[in-house]
């Protein structure tokens, strides 16, 4: 059985790649900061007892099933507020939030930095960029497979699927990617595991 210590050294270990991954499913920071503390929180009160050892594929699954039901509820609501939205006023040009429309898709807003490091923060938004092309099970084994470095097997129990399908997924995400970033001028080389 595990330690409260040996969880919350887990946890400090995975909130970062765990953030960084809902955000890449989600496309949206603040939803990705709650899915993976609803994340955090269901695997310290469901699991907490668990061997340590556990813990990295249980959290993992448990990731995955709440960005599934942010996606559910997003849904919902969509529906819902669908209904009404024939009922409200359109906004006039002259309330409308400047915020709204400021996109920094390139990360231009970041200070100036060493030219190596920027080249590598150029490859780094080209590859996210990427990465939100693809579809939604295709990026999700992508992520576990080479992001969090789960292998084949690990990774079809978290995504509840067979391991010829996630070497398929990875695959066709591979490929799709290598072919958007070719067209951007950057030429990768992907290991497969």
């Known amino acids: ?15 970062r790649r765990a953030f960084k991954h809902a955000a ?28 340590a050892e556990e813990f990295p594929p249980l959290f993992q699954r448990i990731l995955q099933n709440t960005i599934r039901d942010y996606f559910r509820r997003q849904k919902v609501r969509s529906a819902r507020f669908s209904l009404f939205s024939s009922f409200t006023p359109p906004q006039s040009e002259d309330e409308a939030d400047a915020l709204d429309f400021l996109q920094d898709e390139e990360n231009a807003s970041q200070p100036a930095t060493p030219h190596t490091a ?4 150029q490859l780094v938004v080209l590859v996210e960029a990427a990465l939100r092309q693809l579809p939604a099970r295709q990026r999700e084994a992508f ?12 990774t079809a129990v978290v995504m509840g699927c067979s391991e010829g399908s996630v070497k398929t997924h990875c695959s066709r995400a591979t490929t799709t990617m290598a072919h958007i970033l070719k067209r951007k001028g950057v030429d990768l080389t992907w290991a497969s595991n």
């Open 143 to 154: 992520l576990l497979r080479y992001w969090e470095g789960l292998d084949t097997a690990e």
């Open 24 to 51: 890449y499913a989600v496309h949206d920071e603040h939803a990705a900061l709650d899915i993976v503390q609803d994340a955090m929180i269901k695997l310290a009160e469901r699991y907490g007892d668990k061997p």
């Open 1 to 15: 059985m595990s330690t409260p210590v040996q969880l919350s050294d887990f946890l400090a270990s995975v909130e």
């Open 118 to 121: 920027a080249a590598g923060q």
